[in-house]
């Protein structure tokens, strides 16, 4: 691969906002072994180093996006959600689905964006709300690291978003799953992996 | 992960069409050792094991859609595409952009998407064509397993196909991102990764 | 323009879904003359009486889906909705944006899909729902004619669905702009301009 | 309406686009009494009067997007476009289909668009380009007003994009049709209707 055509990026380009995906009380409420969507080990410990990320969000006056899981207790909204590794999951109405707010250092100016498939931007009007913030920079956590949160980098890359993924703030399904979903947004945007450390000394130098 | 909610699928249900994603002339015109976009030793030969995907569908009457990535000349649509390990690739104009029609056995019937990103879905008349075909199931093969088929897939899935992908019919930017890849589809539809020879019985036995 | 071409269609082609726009609280208590958004006079009255709409829907197992126009309180959504006529409208939070459940029957099982633009399809969940609904047909009722139901039918259009509009349960900015709505809809599909009448005779016949 | 929340806006907020929609050769070479989509009086008159908006935006370094409609020759991409008013129209391969680039002024670093329905956003790379040229005003010229014109208005309004209609280099299937659609334009932003002169002269002062 020639690399002549290469621009160097900044962790953050223009305006950043941070992604919590999917840090819901299941992790926190739900102490199952067996879940209905595997996690790898240590992810609970991973959703809790997020808060860090939102604390120093409001520090510094980044807007923070939760996004939600959510589907219709009728599940008429599954598709073919079902029909892989994934069982019945974060259903309306379950507490177990609600955002992990208190965790989560969850604010009044902060947003919840609830959708019913794995890309923040699916069928939501998560991109109504980034247009509205004048976003440019998506800064990743949360998890599974090789489903909701890959595929929303993914269209925010194919949406023409400078991507950032949180290494130790993002849990996956396998720590296999978790590190090949790494090196694939690594390879979308060189830079996009990045530590929490990194982050906030991004964020605290707007 | 309980399994009670579980609902075995066939390898195609209902209407088929088979996705050829961007198996284009450079695979074969194009010896370069170092390539704009990394591929996996026998990439070429897994495009050329396509062929006979498409001649079978060609036999059954499912319908064949050749996918093209394809970049206008003043480069105005790369996005983010130039951030990360990809080089500029795809121009329109560039003998090396056109779809391998010869190689693949295209006819007339057959039709040609060109795509500016990843995934077919993504600003594209891909689910037009869809919807007009009343597709079902999409089977996909091509290149790179990582990127475009793999994100192909994702926005299938999500748009409630049933996506299945010819795992020695499909090449990545190396060994361990394609068989990453093919897990991560696996864990989104369970069967969804076939052999091309089973793929070509599935169709046969239409 | 000639008519070889065309093929008849029934009022209701394959699976109908009742579509409800709009009808929100603000119709029913909220009096007054000067409205952040203009009504044409009897509007209220054609709200009313898409009652007997959703009650045989009801009866007839006809999927009821009530959309409502809903925008964060930190008004961070409109985009370029206060750029023309209308005026800061439907803040969440606000007792005048409820779905307007008691005048319209709406029970348990009945669906609400929250918009922040004009189209139904526009940022939102409704395109999965009538996915796993398996919708062919729209029946559109509510408001604005020229607005949210006209767009909202030329995006079903554009995505292949059989739409209706029930032209005594629509309501227009003005007069005018209801009545040259309603022919472009049924420029658009012949036969998309119904009474409740007709559309109710459609469905009891199912 | 109130109007106490209105923010005056110029003529060409940012960066502007000239979206010269559906000006194709049937225009030109079809001189047919009856059409396969209704044209007003005067129509051809108005495509003509869109080439100063050409030139101008050539002198000033406007990028100027050609959309075409085009449909795939078997006909598989109609959807509901042939259940209204409008026939089989727009094939691949027939002259009158082609962009009028001769009477158009096309030049090399023009864009072309095609599209499969009447929004030039819908599954198209149209937003793709808009956001690679960093577009934020569509100056909008063609046909028909009332249609393709209306609802890429729409699209483009809902996107958050500032859009403008150039009320003398537009027609519609019917004079009654294009009034009525200009009004829904101007309902939708204040000053979106304008005239070729007024457009012109705002160009010009970039």
Request: hydrophobic share 35%; proline share 3%.
């Amino acid at each position: 691969m020639t690399t002549k055509t290469k621009q160097a990026r900044k962790l953050i380009e223009g305006r950043p906002a941070l992604i919590v995906i999917d840090i819901q009380k299941s992790t926190f409420i739900d102490n199952s072994e067996v879940r209905t969507i595997d996690n790898m080990p240590g992810y609970k410990e991973r959703m809790i180093a997020a808060r860090d990320l939102v604390d120093a969000a409001h520090d510094y006056n980044v807007p923070v996006l939760f996004i939600q899981e959510v589907h219709r207790p009728d599940r008429i909204d599954f598709g073919r959600e079902l029909d892989g590794d994934e069982d019945i999951h974060c259903l309306e109405g379950d507490p177990r689905t609600e955002v992990a707010k208190d965790e989560m250092g969850y604010r009044k100016g902060d947003y919840i964006v609830p959708k019913r498939r794995y890309s923040a931007f699916f069928g939501t009007d998560f991109e109504i709300l980034l247009r509205g913030l004048k976003v440019d920079t998506l800064l990743l956590c949360g998890g599974l690291t090789d489903v909701c949160v890959h595929y929303t980098f993914v269209d925010g890359h194919q949406s023409d978003y400078f991507c950032r993924v949180v290494e130790d703030c993002v849990g996956g399904s396998s720590v296999q799953a978790h590190e090949a979903a790494l090196k694939a947004m690594e390879y979308l945007q060189t830079g996009a992996v990045q530590s929490r450390e990194a982050v906030i000394n991004a964020i605290t130098s707007l």
